[in-house]
């Protein structure tokens, strides 16, 4: 079974501060990776894709690929409480469960 | 542009009673998925379209049919619906010119259609 894993959560952290998330994938295979984030009750929209090994940095948010490892992470830098959502690793078409963050005032 | 919209918002239907999801896209987007998302499990696929004329299998695609009937419209129909069923179920889709469904292309969402299966 192809799968991509994800810290339960929930995470909380503090405004201001850096919200790591991580995600795992079993398909050796996969060739882009997504980062969605969804509010309560909305669908998921698009923070981040990466397709190659390292960073990729967008404003607030840093995606980091590691394909020998299997392995993607999200950081957000300077975490506001709009923040707060549930977060969407995605390999191709297969998504995690996702992380549920809380950024707290 | 209304992006990926989907019919109904709600609904409800009784155990063993049919329904057709509806789903449209105005970008122009040659691929189109299904995906149901339950508390705790994420997004699933359900089927998809990598162009039009074409459909296939996703990881949970029992219980369910699928339509292209065009470039725009994408629908899922439920010809026997189950308690089971119940879930958010999402339509998206991605422009995927010549990678093959979900390789590199961004998916846009639906705002999502609510199902109860009573």
């Known amino acids: 079974q192809k799968e991509v894993e994800q810290n339960s959560g929930p995470l909380s952290v503090p405004e201001g501060a850096i919200a790591s998330l991580n995600c795992t994938y079993s398909?050796?295979?996969?060739?882009?990776f997504f980062w969605y984030r969804q509010y309560s009750g909305k669908s998921p929209e698009l923070i981040m894709s990466i397709y190659s090994n390292g960073d990729k940095e967008d404003g607030r948010f840093t995606a980091q690929l590691n394909k020998a490892s299997q392995y993607v992470s999200l950081l957000i830098r300077d975490s506001q409480p709009s923040d707060s959502a549930t977060y969407l690793c995605a390999a191709d078409m297969r998504f995690g469960a996702g992380t549920r963050l809380t950024v707290k005032p | 542009n209304a992006g990926v919209t989907q019919t109904p918002k709600f609904q409800v239907l009784k155990t063993g009673q049919s329904m057709t999801l509806q789903c449209a896209q105005d970008?122009?987007?040659?691929?189109m998925y299904w995906y149901r998302q339950d508390p705790g499990m994420g997004l699933r696929l359900i089927y998809y379209?990598?162009?039009?004329?074409?459909?296939d299998k996703g990881e949970v695609p029992n219980g369910y049919n699928v339509s292209r009937l065009n470039k725009r419209e994408f629908s899922l129909r439920l010809e026997s619906a189950a308690p089971s069923q119940t879930s958010v179920y999402f339509c998206a889709s991605s422009a995927t010119s010549g990678g093959g469904a979900g390789s590199g292309e961004t998916q846009y969402f639906g705002p999502g259609t609510r199902l109860l299966v009573l």
């Open positions: 970008m122009n987007h040659n691929s």
């Open positions: 379209s990598a162009s039009e004329g074409t459909t």
């Open positions: 398909d050796r295979v996969s060739q882009s």
